[in-house]
């Protein structure tokens, strides 16, 4: 499962779709504070998260993930149009990896495949 952190309404319903497209199950939030929650309550594979949000940004988000022993496992993506390639910020909070805005899909899908361990299918 993935936890999508995105407050725009558009973005974060592309986002949704193409992990579920993908075989993922996602809870989608609309802001860092819901997000965490909802991280704390589903103990999800990974988080996809906006940088720019309300109640929370991304970057507290992280911070609060990698604060909590629980939590401090689970890999983050730091999706965001607001950070320059070689930008510190998403990595001194403890980001597993930064995707910079616009990004397609696929490049999304190609990153999370690498930071996830591979699914297990069981064949009879």
């Given at each position: 499962?993935?936890?999508?952190?995105?407050?725009?309404?558009?973005?974060?319903?592309?986002?949704?779709?193409?992990?579920?497209?993908?075989?993922?199950?996602?809870?989608?939030?609309?802001?860092?504070?819901?997000?965490?929650?909802?991280?704390?309550?589903?103990?999800?594979?990974?988080?996809?998260?906006?940088?720019?949000?309300?109640?929370?940004?991304?970057?507290?988000?992280?911070?609060a993930i990698r604060a909590d022993d629980d939590?401090?496992?689970?890999?983050?993506?730091?999706?965001?149009?607001?950070?320059?390639?070689?930008?510190?910020?998403?990595?001194?909070a403890g980001a597993s990896a930064t995707l910079?805005?616009?990004?397609?899909?696929?490049?999304?899908?190609?990153?999370?495949?690498?930071?996830?361990?591979?699914?297990?299918?069981?064949?009879?």
């Amino acid at each position: 499962m993935i936890v999508v952190a995105e407050d725009h309404d558009d973005i974060r319903y592309v986002l949704k779709r193409s992990l579920e497209r993908a075989g993922h199950r996602v809870v989608a939030a609309a802001d860092g504070a819901t997000a965490l929650a909802a991280v704390r309550e589903h103990r999800p594979d990974l988080v996809v998260t906006d940088v720019d949000m309300p109640h929370m940004t991304g970057l507290d988000l992280c911070r609060a993930i990698r604060a909590d022993d629980d939590l401090r496992h689970i890999p983050v993506v730091v999706a965001s149009g607001s950070l320059i390639p070689g930008d510190g910020l998403a990595e001194d909070a403890g980001a597993s990896a930064t995707l910079l805005k616009p990004f397609a899909p696929a490049q999304l899908l190609a990153l999370i495949s690498r930071l996830l361990p591979p699914r297990v299918t069981s064949e009879s």
